[in-house]
């Protein structure tokens, strides 16, 4: 599972690589490319809510090169930069908060209960697993392990909203993709949890070296 990740991440970021560089000389920057995602994830909340899910996918597919690509065009351009760094990842939080909220809504509005609490599992669950590597990383541990991280997340939403009325294990494709990956979310934010309690804990017993 891992190494599928990694075949999947190295080939992507090869790509955003060529295209960023394109984008970078017709001068569009970083920035543009993180707000205009967050903008597209706006346009989508009243979609998803009316429940037009393949024209939301369609919207997030969009919104998600965005996001793929403003890192690409950051370091083809002027650089990364730590402030460009801060709001790309809170536009993340933003983002992913529209869309759950969208569907939590929609859920309800369709008296579709147990999927309106697993979306709210879901985010909870989302948020942990990005704040187990931000406060990690703020220690000085490495936790980027885990499938289940956002761009998975957003590829298992739009797989869910391309399909949604698609019934092949008796529930709408879209529900089935909830369900799961509340549960490979839910492992994910344990497992990082683990995973840097281990590190943090082995680096508390090395023995401090003589001055």
Request: hydrophobic share 55%; glycine share 8%; proline share 2%.
């Amino acid at each position: 599972m891992a190494s599928l990740k990694e075949k999947w991440t190295v080939g992507a970021r090869r790509l955003f690589a060529r295209l960023g560089a394109v984008l970078a000389g017709w001068h569009i920057t970083a920035d543009m490319l993180t707000l205009s995602g967050l903008a597209l994830h706006a346009i989508a909340v009243p979609v998803v809510v009316l429940g037009h899910f393949t024209s939301a996918a369609i919207i997030l597919i969009v919104a998600a090169l965005c996001d793929g690509l403003d890192g690409a065009v950051a370091r083809a351009g002027a650089g990364t930069t730590t402030a460009g760094a801060f709001l790309d990842s809170s536009t993340d939080r933003v983002s992913e908060m529209l869309i759950s909220g969208a569907l939590v809504i929609y859920m309800a509005l369709h008296d579709r209960w147990y999927e309106a609490v697993a979306m709210l599992i879901l985010f909870g669950a989302a948020q942990m697993v990005s704040y187990a590597r931000a406060r990690a990383e703020a220690l000085g541990a490495e936790c980027r392990v885990g499938f289940m991280s956002r761009p998975e997340r957003v590829v298992g939403l739009i797989l869910g909203f391309l399909f949604a009325g698609w019934t092949p294990f008796g529930v709408s494709f879209l529900t089935f993709m909830i369900y799961l990956m509340v549960v490979l979310t839910l492992a994910t934010a344990v497992y990082r949890i683990l995973y840097v309690m281990r590190q943090l804990r082995a680096a508390e017993q090395e023995p401090s070296s003589p001055e």
